[in-house]
C-alpha cells in the first residue's frame, strides 16, 4: 500500500476542484434510502442493506486515502428497534459479517475503529465481533471509522449527564459535558451528510453537529458513491463558516 501522502494526492488529482487544506476533519453521515432503493427495484428491504455495504466501503476508503480523519456513519439508531424482528436480526447479521470480512481490508487502509451507542444492549454475537475488530485495528491512524450503534442523540446526552454526576461534577459547562459524550476527544463534525433527501437530524448527534454543514442529497445510500462523497466535500468546501461571527 502506497504512503498515505501519495494516496492523498492520488484522490486529489482525481479531484482537483478539493482543496486539501480545508477538508473536513469529521464526516458524519445518516445512511438513508436502503428500503427505498430496494423497493424501487421490487427487492426486499434486506437486498437494500446489503448494497449498503458496497458504499460504506467507499466511503471509508476514499476517506482514508483523502486523509479525513474521522468519519461517523448511522448504522443503527434507538428507533430502529420498532422494524419487525427479521429486519433487525438480519441487519446484526450483516453487521456481524461485515465485521469479519472485512476486517484486513480495513487494517490494510489504516483505519481505527469505535462505535458510540449504547453497545452492551446489542446482541452479544455482535458486541463480540466489534471488540475483536476493534482489538485488531487498535493500533490504526488513518481513519478513525466511528460506528453508531444502537444510537440516540438524546440518549448520549443524558449518558453524559449522569456519568458527569457519578464522576462528581457539580457544576457543568460545555467542555465538561463534551468529555463525558461517547465522542469524547473527538472533533465536532464539519459536515453532516444525509442520503435520501428527508430534511431531518433523526437524533444523530444532536450535541456534536451544532455548527456541522448539513448537505442533503437525494441520493439513495445504496447508490452514494465516491464522486458523491467528493462532490458533499466539494460543496462543503464552497460555504462559508462564519460560527455565529460575521
Ligand atoms: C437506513 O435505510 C439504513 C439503515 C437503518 C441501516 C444501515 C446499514 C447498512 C448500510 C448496512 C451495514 C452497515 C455497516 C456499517 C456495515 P432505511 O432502511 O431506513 O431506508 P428507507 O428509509 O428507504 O426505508
Not at 428500503?35 to 482514508?64: D, F, M, N
Not at 451544532?210 to 464552497?238: C, G, M, N, S
Request: net charge neutral; glycine share 6%; aromatic share 6%.
Amino acid at each position: 500500500m502506497p504512503p498515505l501522502q501519495e494516496q492523498k494526492s492520488g484522490v486529489l488529482s482525481e479531484e482537483p476542484s478539493l482543496d486539501p487544506q480545508r477538508l473536513p476533519r469529521h464526516i458524519a453521515v445518516i445512511m438513508d434510502g436502503n428500503g427505498r432503493w430496494a423497493q424501487e427495484r421490487h427487492l426486499p428491504r434486506l437486498a437494500g442493506h446489503r448494497a449498503g455495504v458496497e458504499s460504506v466501503r467507499e466511503a471509508v476508503r476514499t476517506c482514508a486515502r483523502l486523509g479525513i480523519p474521522v468519519l461517523t456513519l448511522y448504522a443503527f439508531s434507538t428507533e430502529n428497534w420498532k422494524r419487525p424482528p427479521e429486519e433487525i436480526q438480519e441487519l446484526m447479521r450483516l453487521l456481524g459479517y461485515v465485521l469479519d470480512r472485512e476486517v484486513e481490508e480495513l487494517h490494510a487502509n489504516g483505519v481505527r475503529l469505535k462505535t458510540i451507542g449504547r453497545i452492551a444492549e446489542l446482541p452479544e454475537f455482535v458486541q463480540t465481533k466489534l471488540r475483536a475488530a476493534a482489538e485488531r485495528l487498535k493500533d490504526n491512524s488513518a481513519l478513525l471509522l466511528n460506528l453508531a450503534l444502537n444510537y440516540g442523540g438524546r440518549q448520549e446526552i443524558l449518558d453524559a449527564v449522569c456519568a458527569a454526576r457519578d464522576a462528581g461534577l457539580e457544576t457543568l459547562d460545555e467542555a465538561a459535558l463534551s468529555r463525558h459524550l461517547y465522542t469524547a476527544g473527538l472533533p465536532d463534525p464539519d459536515l453532516l451528510i444525509r442520503t435520501s433527501g428527508e430534511m431531518r437530524l433523526s437524533n444523530f448527534l444532536l450535541w456534536q453537529i451544532a455548527y456541522a454543514e448539513l448537505y442533503v442529497t437525494p441520493v439513495h445510500w445504496p447508490d452514494f458513491r465516491r464522486k458523491d462523497l467528493l462532490e458533499a466535500i466539494a460543496q462543503y468546501q464552497r460555504r462559508c463558516r462564519r460560527f455565529g461571527g460575521v
